[in-house]
């Protein structure tokens, strides 16, 4: 017979449920309800969506030179709806969603860029419509130009000069533009730039050596306003200094003197000077120098009115000195009169041209230019600078590369959106450059220490509290070799070693014994066996991770610790959320509160209201025990014990 008892809605209040189910029972136990079908049964619950919204319209003004975006949608006057569910995107960026209840929804946006949205209704019962058609609007304009550019500044290398400047604060900025010039007259506010960056620093490469430019910087909006230009700055390329002649009058050397170890010089001239200009002559006194250990440079440095010495090869070039001689005590001394030296694996020279230079340790006292220069396993002991500026920078799994109009997917930044990375000590900071605003968590992903703060993740697998370490081969198994033992396989464990690289252990396969409590399969740093106990204090030590636990018979867990989320698969030792939408679901026992679902297949069912599309079940008791309702036939028998 039809059921006539109105349908249980999701949410609906618990005494409402249980009057209708009171109903249910004492038909039941009246026999006046005879056999229930299960399609009938279905028909109690809602499956209908709710009408697609219509009506959807965006719409932007101007106010004290901020943009709004609004959305606008007809209403829903449906009995069982719940909620909207409104999509919104900027740019080409990625949809981000929020529920409303509303008719209406207003935020700050970036002038001039292109809005898109979509929305669908939500009904209490959790059905949702379809999404509307997509609807796009470009947003209003303003008439407010951003600031000037401030505190630019350029330094040249041989062949490049970097170009950096403070980064301006407004929301909508769009780029920046670079005017170059070989003249330091400023350019017109209708000139065109010579080139363009989304960063606060450019690189201009591929000069001559000894190329002298001047640079203006100027902002531009998503609106197209532009700023004045900057305050001009310039720099001229290096040259590589042409190699220093010299030639020593009337100067002798004495090695072996007085204690013999020290080397003296009788007073003189010295003639010097780079080739093709006119010599410089200077007058030089007499003097000396005690060997005691190393070696010894004899050395003059143009300018200066004495001949000096020294031990140190970097204060050598850093003073730019030319080598008159080389002493190593006794009678032990070169003249080398600003030429070439080689001894043995030392060679010594004021420029040195090759096409190939393999070396242990360089010494580079100015400043140094690579083309095309590939650099691998180098070691950075100490690195100390305001600002770092790269094409390519790899540190590990990050890498950034690209330059303005031609972003790499390299780039962290332009994965989301062509925004800004920053890298700051203990953080990792990527925000939005045209992504819309996220309400809750702002428009940036940031990595902080411990804490990950985003959107969205994506990735392949996800394995959380693996505690920094890597297991290759390693099984554990219950109840082996005997009954209440636990045994694990020969395998690997890699971690990041205290040395920065990967250390790699082989672990000999072992068992444990169970007695009581909880036994604790754990790892110790640095070794090449696992070890178990049931004491907590020794098991969670600071050198030691936590494998597996044990306790007894087949009751082992062997990821203890780690959740790990691999395709549509969720693997943990508990789950806990407000809401969960699953498609199939399998446990021995249920427990809660309130449960929807199109399926419910389960061994115990208790629960203070369970709305359930179909059920399959063998047998069903409320949880008191009062009443029996059997399924096995497809119609429904209920009794009272």
Not at 56 to 62: A, H, I, K, R
């Amino acid at each position: 017979m039809p059921v006539t008892i109105p349908p249980i809605e999701n949410g609906e209040a618990g005494l409402s449920v249980r009057e209708k189910l009171n109903l249910l029972i004492a038909g039941a136990a009246a026999g006046t309800l005879g056999s229930v079908s299960p399609e009938e049964i279905a028909a109690m619950f809602d499956h209908d969506p709710p009408a697609v919204p219509s009506g959807l319209l965006l719409s932007s003004n101007v106010v004290d030179g901020q943009t709004y975006l609004t959305i606008t949608w007809d209403f829903n006057g449906e009995e069982d709806f719940l909620y909207y569910d409104l999509q919104v995107k900027e740019g080409s960026g990625d949809w981000v969603g929020f529920q409303t209840a509303a008719e209406t929804y207003a935020t700050a946006a970036k002038p001039n860029v292109t809005y898109s949205a979509k929305l669908r209704a939500v009904d209490k019962s959790g059905n949702a419509s379809v999404y509307s058609a997509v609807v796009t609007h470009t947003t209003a304009r303003d008439t407010i130009p951003p600031a000037m550019p401030i505190g630019i500044t350029s330094k040249a290398g041989l062949e490049s000069i970097w170009i950096s400047w403070t980064a301006n604060t407004e929301a909508d900025l769009a780029r920046y533009e670079i005017y170059e010039s070989a003249s330091d007259t400023t350019p017109l506010e209708t000139a065109t730039p010579s080139h363009a960056t989304l960063a606060n620093n450019f690189v201009r490469a591929g000069l001559d050596m000894e190329t002298h430019l001047y640079f203006w910087v100027r902002a531009v909006d998503t609106s197209g306003n532009v700023s004045p230009w900057s305050t001009e700055t310039n720099a001229e390329t290096g040259k590589i200094r042409g190699e220093i002649k010299v030639a020593l009058i009337g100067i002798t050397f004495q090695p072996g003197q007085d204690s013999g170890n020290r080397l003296t010089w009788t007073a003189g001239q010295i003639s010097y000077g780079v080739a093709g200009d006119v010599p410089t002559l200077q007058a030089l006194p007499a003097g000396q120098v005690d060997w005691t250990a190393g070696t010894i440079y004899v050395r003059y440095t143009p300018g200066d009115t004495e001949i000096t010495t020294t031990a140190s090869l970097t204060a050598l070039y850093a003073a730019d000195s030319v080598i008159l001689g080389i002493y190593k005590g006794g009678n032990d001394f070169q003249l080398v009169e600003g030429k070439a030296f080689m001894d043995g694996g030392l060679i010594l020279a004021q420029t040195i041209g090759a096409n190939q230079l393999v070396t242990n340790a360089a010494v580079i006292t100015g400043a140094a230019q690579i083309a095309s220069a590939v650099i691998e396993d180098a070691h950075i002991v100490d690195l100390d600078a305001s600002k770092l500026i790269a094409g390519s920078i790899m540190t590990g799994d990050i890498v950034v590369a690209g330059s303005y109009g031609n972003f790499s997917l390299d780039n962290p930044a332009a994965a989301v959106n062509a925004g800004t990375t920053k890298i700051v000590p203990g953080q990792i900071s990527i925000s939005g450059g045209t992504t819309l605003f996220n309400w809750i968590a702002g428009d940036g992903t940031s990595i902080n220490g411990a804490s990950i703060a985003t959107g969205s993740i994506t990735a392949e697998k996800a394995v959380f509290g693996q505690r920094g370490i890597t297991l290759e081969g390693l099984e554990f198994q219950a109840n082996s070799p005997t009954t209440n033992k636990v045994s694990w396989t020969a395998g690997t464990i890699k971690y990041i070693g205290d040395d920065g690289n990967i250390a790699t252990f082989n672990i000999t396969a072992g068992n444990a014994t169970w007695s009581t409590g909880t036994l604790y399969v754990y790892y110790v740093k640095g070794s090449t066996t696992l070890a178990a106990s049931a004491t907590v204090a020794t098991a969670f030590q600071s050198d030691r991770v936590v494998l597996a636990t044990y306790k007894g018979g087949i009751d082992l867990v062997n990821d203890y610790g780690r959740t790990i989320i691999d395709g549509s698969q969720i693997k943990t030792g508990s789950i806990t959320a407000t809401q969960a939408d699953i498609t199939s679901f399998r446990t021995s026992i249920l427990i809660a509160g309130s449960i929807t679902a199109t399926m419910l297949n389960v061994a115990s069912l208790s629960a203070i209201n369970a709305n359930l599309g179909t059920v399959t079940a063998g047998l069903m008791q409320n949880a008191s025990g009062s009443m029996v309702i059997d399924l096995t036939n497809g119609f429904i028998s209920i009794s009272v014990p």
